[in-house]
């Protein structure tokens, strides 16, 4: 029995829970190989890649927001008050997951503003040099692959100074848009697995992030979907700081089904699908 033999044959019999088993068979090694760049694809992609310096194309590109025509409007720039004076380390340190909240927190229309626009809204409009007449940059407190911004941020709303329901946030106009009015803690709690372990019925909103698939892919190919979760990443970790900075807290949930999620917020789950979901809550009366 050779070396290579010897070795099947004990991994055959490994039950420990570490080894090769664990990634042989996994979709996500498969993805990860097969966007891995090497000297012909990144030329290869770097056609496409250029293509995106054409004015019309760099122009549309440039304004990656999704908008509900038809919706009310609720301003959030009206409500804007003073950001506060914040030790950024001091916050860093203290941010922990949430899991318990007080059930009576009404969330305001300020605090609302802050996390929403603070985390993923537009702060400032930049043209690349020579570009200045075909289309700016909404740039934002996170980075993106392109500057492309595929995400999308819907918030549930729970508890606050608003109705409850489902609105989308506009980062370009620091707005909500009224998707569907309603009391929808009962059917969040049947699609996202939280409770016991996270009290998600005593939370004062619920934040939730899509990728817009195609505005990446088709500058950055399959590689793009690695920079689509890498900012999802970032805004909820914005997120999650920024709510502590303002006194409250936040919980990051990764057990849901997608498919029924997405169909709760009114998307195909194919160009649009659902990747982060994020509990906000008033901290528990000590």
């Known amino acids: 029995m050779n070396l ?11 039950n420990s829970m570490y080894g090769a088993k664990n990634i042989v068979d996994s979709l996500a090694m498969l993805y990860h190989e097969n966007s891995k760049f ?22 549309r590109s ?9 919706a009310e409007r609720i301003d959030l720039s009206v409500y804007q008050q003073e950001l506060p004076e914040i030790d950024m380390f001091k916050i860093m340190r203290e941010r922990r997951s949430l899991r318990m909240y007080n059930p009576e927190y009404k969330l305001s229309l300020n605090e609302l503003n802050i996390i929403l626009h603070q985390s993923y809204g537009v702060q400032e409009w930049s043209a690349p040099i020579g570009s200045e007449n075909e289309g700016k940059f909404g740039l934002r407190n ?3 692959g392109g ?11 729970l508890n606050a100074h608003i109705p409850s329901g489902l609105y989308h946030f506009r980062p370009d106009q620091q707005s909500l848009e009224v998707i569907k009015e309603g009391d929808f803690a009962e059917e969040l709690l049947g699609i996202v697995q939280a409770e016991p372990y996270v009290k998600l019925g005593d939370a004062s909103a619920v934040v939730i992030t899509t990728g817009m698939i195609e505005r990446v892919i088709m500058k950055y190919g399959d590689r793009g979907y690695r920079f689509l979760m890498q900012e999802s990443g970032f805004v909820g970790m914005q997120v999650s ?12 949930l ?6 029924f999620l997405n169909e709760f917020l009114g998307i195909d789950g194919v ?14 009366k000590s």
């Open 62 to 70: 440039s304004q990656p927001f999704k908008c509900y025509p038809n």
């Open 142 to 144: 996170v980075p993106s």
């Open 147 to 157: 500057g492309l911004y595929p995400l999308e941020m819907y918030v549930v709303i």
């Open 241 to 252: 700081l920024i709510t502590e900075g303002i006194g409250l807290g936040s919980c990051m």
């Open 271 to 284: 160009f649009e699908t659902v990747n982060n979901v994020i509990t906000i809550g008033g901290k528990p």
């Open 254 to 259: 990764g057990g849901y089904n997608d498919d």
């Open 4 to 14: 290579k033999e010897i070795k099947q044959k004990y991994d055959a019999l490994d």
């Open 38 to 59: 090497n000297t012909h694809s990144m030329r290869k992609q770097g056609e496409k890649i250029y293509a995106f310096s054409n004015p019309y194309i760099f122009a």
